[in-house]
């Protein structure tokens, strides 16, 4: 009994493993049309780099690489969950109104980096080299640099 019990937990995780790294390289046309309206409306004529799917157990996101540094991240909906960019700054019209003014009153001049965000939190990158959280009302939650 001890015997199979140990080989069945080894069949489980191994299973797990093999579900663990299941990215696939997609076209931009297999990205949801949510992710590609969002992409041609807020990053008209960037080159993509390459896109790719990400499956892990439950989830399904996709990681979107332009040639000009920028990463985006979607979930399988085609909701943004982050925008980095590695080279220059984010477009002001991206980050919610809130955080938005409350950067340009305490941090003048400052540019976005990176957003990312969840269903609790927006995390935000300046270019001071600050990362401001807030909470899903935008109220600011911390500071970390």
Do not use: H
């Not at 790294?21 to 992409?39: G, Q, T």
């Not at 989830?59 to 332009?66: D, G, K, L």
């Amino acid at each position: 009994m001890k015997r199979i019990m140990t080989i069945l937990a080894s069949i489980l995780a191994f299973s797990f493993t093999v579900f663990a790294d299941n990215d696939r390289a997609v076209s931009f046309d297999r990205l949801p049309e949510k992710a590609r309206d969002f992409i041609t409306a807020n990053f008209p004529g960037e080159k993509l780099a390459y896109a790719k799917q990400e499956r892990d157990f439950l989830e399904v996101n996709y990681e979107v690489v332009m040639v000009s540094g920028i990463k985006m991240e979607f979930d399988r909906r085609g909701e943004w969950t982050s925008i980095e960019c590695r080279y220059g700054t984010i477009s002001k019209n991206l980050i919610p109104e809130p955080i938005r003014n409350y950067v340009e009153d305490a941090y003048k001049g400052a540019e976005y980096r990176e957003i990312s965000r969840d269903r609790r939190e927006y995390e935000v990158k300046i270019t001071y080299g600050l990362e401001l959280t807030f909470d899903r009302y935008f109220n600011l939650m911390g500071i970390d640099d």
